[in-house]
């Protein structure tokens, strides 16, 4: 497998939602938080309007957080 590259993602998304209005905002659906197997804490949000986070932390301590639509 390849390493993948960075993507940069505008702040404003195609409904005119930014990305910090996003993760602050209230959001209801289904929430799930837990560790993986290495014991490092995420966070799965699906919300009612069909955005998709995920934050995790990676081995190396980065955050990391995933959006989809």
Request: net charge positive; charged share 40%.
């Amino acid at each position: 497998m390849g390493k993948r590259k960075n993507e940069v993602v505008s702040k404003t998304m195609d409904n005119g939602l930014s990305l910090s209005n996003l993760l602050n905002v209230e959001r209801k659906g289904i929430f799930e938080q837990g560790r993986d197997k290495l014991g490092r804490p995420y966070q799965k949000k699906l919300d009612d309007n069909g955005f998709y986070t995920k934050e995790e932390i990676l081995k190396d301590g980065t955050h990391k957080l995933t959006i989809k639509k």
